[in-house]
């Protein structure tokens, strides 16, 4: 099982900039980088059931979320946002900000 988990942390060790950054997309003279927001990971566990018997498993997952692209034309670089992905990216930090601040205003009232 140690073995799966080393084989695993290479292999994704050198993942990194690849989740974020697509390659690079050349279209009619416009060159496009798609980016997104990518994470995973993956967990293993054994244990002994109710009948003493032992076992083991593991799983793993992923997600990647379009955020845009940069898009170059005629030495002009810009990002265009996927506004749904960074829609799906800023609504829990809204929603944590604003956890965060009525917590901070009531303990400023005491």
């Known amino acids: 099982m140690a073995e799966l988990v080393l084989e695993l942390a290479e292999t994704v060790a050198g993942v990194g900039v ?64 996927n506004l749904i992905g960074l829609l799906l990216v800023v609504t829990p930090l809204v929603w944590v900000t604003g956890k965060a601040l009525k917590v901070v205003i009531r303990a400023l009232k005491r």
């Open 18 to 81: 690849k989740t974020s950054y697509g390659e690079t997309v050349d279209i009619d003279g416009t060159k496009i980088v798609p980016v997104a927001l990518g994470y995973y990971g993956f967990g293993a566990g054994g244990g002994k059931d109710d009948k003493g018997d032992e076992g083991s498993g593991g799983g793993g997952g992923g997600v990647s979320i379009p955020l845009g692209a940069y898009v170059g034309r005629g030495g002009d670089v810009r990002f265009e946002p």
